[in-house]
């Protein structure tokens, strides 16, 4: 689906990406922006976690829950608050910068995924910062309903014409 988002908007020049629908809403390299910083703070706590395992639970029943929890509410078009640390968007970048640095990003949680062991992967090491606590699982689960869910927004964006001149 990332491969698909910037095929589609390799033809648009970084102008009309950086261009805000209103002043109110970010533009679609802000809302890439945001996907790519909440995936790579979330890598980075993974792996704090996983190389710190005293204090690491084993996801049950609640940890599930919350999992569900998040990814119905991501389905929906409601705007939740974004955290601080992946609200702090740049007025200005390039498509192509992304499109690298998210690659080396899914390439680092693959290796992640591939090198830790399946007990450890199964225990709470990704932490959402309103839902709590969940498995590698509801992490993938998570980053795949969230992009899906800023998607949809980028695709409203493209559909105005007044953005794309």
């Not at 204090?55 to 919350?66: M, P, V, Y």
């Amino acid at each position: 689906m990332r491969y698909e988002l910037f095929e589609k908007l390799k033809e648009i020049d970084n102008q009309t990406l950086n261009l805000k629908p209103n002043p109110e809403k970010w533009s679609i390299i802000q809302i890439i922006h945001h996907l790519y910083k909440s995936e790579q703070l979330s890598i980075v706590y993974i792996k704090r976690k996983i190389n710190n395992t005293q204090n690491i639970k084993k996801s049950g029943t609640a940890s599930f829950i919350r999992g569900k929890l998040l990814e119905w509410a991501l389905k929906f078009p409601a705007k939740l608050k974004a955290p601080e640390n992946v609200s702090d968007v740049p007025d200005f970048a390039e498509l192509d910068i992304y499109k690298i640095e998210w690659e080396k990003l899914r390439n680092n949680l693959s290796e992640i995924i591939e090198n830790t062991d399946s007990k450890l992967l199964m225990s709470d090491i990704f932490k959402h910062p309103s839902i709590g606590n969940m498995n590698i699982i509801y992490a993938l689960k998570f980053m795949h309903a969230h992009f899906n869910h800023h998607k949809k927004q980028i695709d409203k964006i493209l559909q105005n014409k007044n953005i794309l001149v």
